[in-house]
């Protein structure tokens, strides 16, 4: 999807402090964060939200785990923990309609 904003950052049309990149994902510093470290981990394929992943698109975010854990690593928060989040829909909070996984920590986080 051309105009959706995590597309354009895939691309490298629009720039981001970026943490990892590889051939399927994008991993950088979001720019209003809700924690000291708050991290999107971005699929380069578009896939809306949650509601589109199917089998189809297991290759695309195959390894999002992995991503995650490399991420966590590389800004020094995998020994103290971090939270993995991911918002569908309006009411959850999904600003950005490009499936997207929010990597926080940095502090302690409140139980949910």
């Known amino acids: 999807m051309s105009?959706?904003?995590?597309?354009?950052?895939?691309?490298?049309?629009?720039?981001?402090?970026?943490?990892?990149?590889?051939?399927r994902f994008v991993v950088f510093h979001d720019i209003s964060p809700l924690y000291k470290v708050h991290l999107l981990i971005v699929p380069k394929r578009h896939i809306a939200s949650v509601n589109e992943v199917d089998a189809?698109?297991?290759d695309?975010?195959?390894?999002?785990?992995?991503?995650?854990?490399e991420a966590a690593g590389k800004v020094g928060v995998a020994g103290n923990g971090y939270r993995l989040t991911v918002n569908t829909g309006r009411d959850a909070g999904q600003v950005v309609?490009?499936?997207?996984?929010?990597?926080?920590?940095?502090?302690?986080?409140?139980?949910?």
């Open 3 to 23: 105009d959706c904003i995590f597309c354009r950052i895939a691309r490298g049309d629009i720039p981001a402090k970026k943490v990892i990149e590889n051939d």
């Open 56 to 58: 189809a698109s297991g």
């Open 60 to 69: 695309a975010l195959a390894g999002i785990f992995d991503i995650a854990r």
């Open 97 to 112: 309609h490009h499936f997207h996984m929010h990597l926080l920590a940095g502090e302690s986080l409140r139980p949910l």
